[in-house]
């Protein structure tokens, strides 16, 4: 059974940091891409960042310059790096997995559970 597992949501104040962690668990064969996708109450939930395997990065014009993307292949982790948060930036921020399992053996997309991102002083 995969499960992706976010952590390291919370309240910050406008101008401050918070950085997200998704660990992808359970009998996985390889994950491919990875990303981060946000959504505010009343508002569809909307992609965020994305990171291939090979690293490749892409970013919603909303946060580029104050939000990185990035992952560790060997712990199947994706990380979010938030800076400069502004009360726009709040909302429950879920990842997303493309990978393949070994009970499976064939791409699939999982998403985690969410966590919590406020942004308000």
């Known amino acids: 059974q995969v499960q992706l597992v976010e952590s390291g949501g919370g309240l910050v104040q406008p101008g401050g940091s918070l950085r997200l962690s998704c660990a992808a668990s359970g009998s996985i064969f390889s994950i491919n891409s990875m990303a981060w996708y946000r959504q505010a109450p009343g508002k569809q939930r909307e992609l965020v960042a994305t990171i291939t395997n090979t690293r490749n990065t892409n970013y919603a014009d909303s946060v580029k310059g104050r939000f990185t993307i990035s992952r560790d292949n060997a712990r199947n982790t994706v990380y979010l790096q938030m800076n400069s948060l502004k009360p726009e930036d709040t909302a429950v921020y879920y990842c997303?997995?493309?990978?393949?399992?070994?009970?499976?053996?064939?791409?699939?997309?999982?998403w985690g559970q969410g966590t919590q991102v406020t942004v308000s002083s």
């Open positions: 997303n997995a493309d990978l393949i399992s070994r009970a499976i053996m064939l791409p699939r997309n999982y």
